[in-house]
C-alpha cells in the first residue's frame, strides 16, 4: 500500500531564493496493490511533482510518504518495487546504444550473478508479456523503434525487478490513439497481476479508463478524489465539473459547465479537514464560493 499523508513540497523561488512557491499543498491519498489511481489535473497542477516524490527524487518539504508502513526512502532495495515510466520515452534512452542496454543497466545493478543464457531468458519473457516481439525490438537502437515500442520496453524493464508499484507519468502523450489503447490494456493486464499504479494524465478520458479511484488535482491542493464512477458520475467541485465540461464529445457541441450554487464541503457541515466525504469514499474540498468564507482550493 502506498499512503501519502499531507505532502506538501515548496519550492524556493526569486533571484536569490528568497521567495516560495508551493507546488503541492497537503496532499492526501492512498494505492493498494492491484489498484490504479488516477491523478489529474491540468498542467503545473502538481501532479509531475507527486509522482517525483512518490518515486525519492523530490523529497517532501512536510508530510509522509509510506510503502507498505515503511517511510520512503530511495536505494536499490526501494527501486527493486517501485519505478516510474516517463513521457518522452526517447528521453530514457542513449541514442548511441542499443534499445535493450535498459535490460544490461538492471542486470548490472540488480541481478549481477545470472547466467547468461538465464537472463537472456528473463528479458524475453519480460518483452513478450509487455506484447512486443523480441525478435523485432531486441538489438534496435531507439531511433528504429516507435515511442510506444519504447514505452513498453521500459515497463518490460521494470518487470525484471520485484516490482510492486509503478509511477506512469504521462505515458501515453506522445503515442497515437491506436498505441494509446496498447499500452492501457498493458496496464490493465499488470494491475490484474498485483501491481499498484499511479496514473498522472491530463486526460479525462483515459483517466476514467482503468481507474478504480481518482484524485482531482489544482493548483497543487487536491479538490475531489474517491471511487472514479462517483467522482466523474456525480462531480461536486466546480472545476471537476469545468473539466468534465471540457471533453469532447462526438456530434455533441461543447458546453460550459453548469455553475455551482452550494458548496458541497459546507453544506455538510464546516470542517477543520482539507475534504469532506460527502458519501462513501468520495471527497471535496471547498468551492471557494463568495459565501464559504474560505479560499477555493
Known amino acids: 500500500m502506498l499512503t501519502l499523508d499531507r505532502v506538501t513540497k515548496t519550492f524556493r523561488a526569486g533571484a536569490f531564493g528568497g521567495g516560495s512557491t508551493t507546488a503541492v499543498d497537503r496532499v492526501s491519498f492512498s494505492a493498494a496493490p492491484g489498484e490504479l489511481v488516477s491523478l489529474i ?16 527524487l523530490t523529497r517532501a518539504s512536510s508530510g509522509s510518504l509510506t510503502l507498505d508502513g515503511e517511510q520512503v526512502r530511495p536505494g536499490k532495495d526501494f527501486y527493486r518495487r517501485v519505478q516510474g515510466v516517463f513521457q518522452d520515452p526517447f528521453s530514457c534512452y542513449n541514442p548511441v546504444f542499443k534499445a535493450d542496454r535498459v535490460f544490461a543497466l538492471v ?8 547466467p547468461d543464457q538465464e537472463w537472456a531468458g528473463r528479458v524475453e519473457k519480460a518483452v513478450r508479456d509487455v506484447r512486443l516481439d523480441p525478435g523485432q525490438v531486441l538489438g534496435r537502437y531507439p531511433h528504429q523503434l516507435s515511442g ?24 501515453t502523450s506522445m503515442l497515437d490513439a491506436s498505441t494509446r489503447i496498447d499500452v492501457l490494456n498493458l496496464l490493465a493486464g499488470l494491475k490484474e497481476r498485483g501491481l499498484g499504479v499511479l496514473y498522472i494524465t491530463h486526460d479525462l478520458s ?5 481507474a478504480e479511484r481518482t484524485v482531482v488535482l489544482r493548483g497543487g491542493r487536491v479538490v475531489e478524489r474517491g471511487d472514479t464512477q462517483k467522482v ?18 462526438l456530434n455533441q457541441p ?14 455538510g457541515g464546516a470542517r477543520d479537514t482539507d475534504l469532506y466525504e460527502t458519501e462513501p469514499d468520495h ?14 482550493a
Open 283 to 296: 471527497f471535496v474540498a471547498c468551492a471557494g464560493l463568495p459565501d464559504c468564507g474560505r479560499t477555493s
Open 41 to 56: 489535473g491540468e498542467s503545473g497542477s502538481g501532479k509531475s511533482t507527486i509522482g517525483r516524490m512518490v518515486l525519492g
Open 148 to 171: 510506444g515500442q519504447l514505452q513498453r520496453l521500459l515497463i518490460a524493464r521494470a518487470l525484471l525487478l520485484d516490482l510492486r508499484f509503478l509511477v506512469a507519468d504521462e505515458i
Open 232 to 249: 466523474f458520475g456525480n462531480p461536486l467541485h466546480p472545476y471537476t465539473r469545468t473539466l468534465l465540461a471540457a471533453v469532447p464529445r
Open 206 to 210: 483515459l483517466g476514467t479508463y482503468l
Open 254 to 267: 461543447w458546453t460550459s459547465a453548469e455553475p455551482v450554487e452550494a458548496c458541497a464541503y459546507h453544506e
Open 107 to 114: 542486470r548490472r545493478a540488480y541481478h549481477p550473478g545470472v
